[in-house]
């Protein structure tokens, strides 16, 4: 069984590890930002995690930028004074984007219920229209509608080979809750054929993991 959901919304800016000051989106999301997506409508991280398998690119790739006034200091015990730390910043985004995202449910070996149980809850809240937080589109500002897919809209027709991109910045199997993050970067060659990226398991050998492997 697989769950279908389309987004879409007037921005999106999915940016590579390298590009955190002035930001450039890469053409199309990873599978961490479709994750997430995901995750804002439906998410149990004890039961279940999402595995992303289809991305689909339903709208012309098509670039915007413009400047943000943002923080350069980073938010700790002390406050921070917003007049001497704003600065402008540039963002190369993407406009008017609209995706097909398709996954499964991988329940967690812990779980005692059934997946069938599982993708039901999802489908009741993706055709409700219900979410947990507001899903974005890379950047929270961006944010992003969303309804179940009914396949009347075709991929484009466009090939792209977008190189190594970050599949997802955490260990899928970890679900453990604790104070501070503990990411765990890994890539895959992502590559578009006519407007679909396929997307492989997080535990096949085509995902470059961090701690233990050599990414090349």
């Not at 992303?52 to 921070?80: A, C, G, H, M």
């Not at 229209?129 to 396949?151: M, N, T, V, W």
Request: aromatic share 12%.
């Amino acid at each position: 069984m697989q769950v279908c959901v389309e987004f879409w919304g007037d921005f999106a800016c999915f940016t590579p590890p390298y590009e955190k000051v002035e930001r450039l989106s890469y053409p199309f999301p990873t599978p961490s930002a479709a994750r997430g997506m995901l995750s804002a409508i439906y998410s149990k991280p004890k039961e279940f995690y999402w595995q992303v398998i289809r991305i689909e690119v339903l709208s012309p790739i098509s670039y915007i930028s413009f400047k943000r006034n943002e923080i350069k200091d980073t938010v700790s015990d002390k406050p921070v004074n917003t007049d001497d730390s704003r600065t402008q910043r540039l963002t190369t985004a993407l406009r008017d984007v609209r995706y097909r995202i398709t996954a499964v449910i991988c329940p967690r070996p812990e779980f005692t219920g059934s997946a069938e149980q599982l993708y039901q809850q999802a489908l009741r809240r993706i055709r409700g229209g219900k979410c947990f937080a507001q899903p974005c589109l890379g950047i929270r500002e961006f944010a992003a509608y969303f309804e179940e897919s009914d396949h009347t809209r075709t991929p484009i027709e466009e090939d792209y080979d977008a190189g190594l991109m970050v599949y997802d910045v955490f260990d899928l199997h970890d679900f453990s809750v604790r104070k501070k993050a503990s990411p765990k970067l890994s890539l895959f060659h992502a590559v578009m054929k006519q407007g679909v990226i396929e997307v492989p398991p997080y535990d096949d050998p085509r995902v470059l993991k961090t701690g233990g492997e050599t990414l090349c």
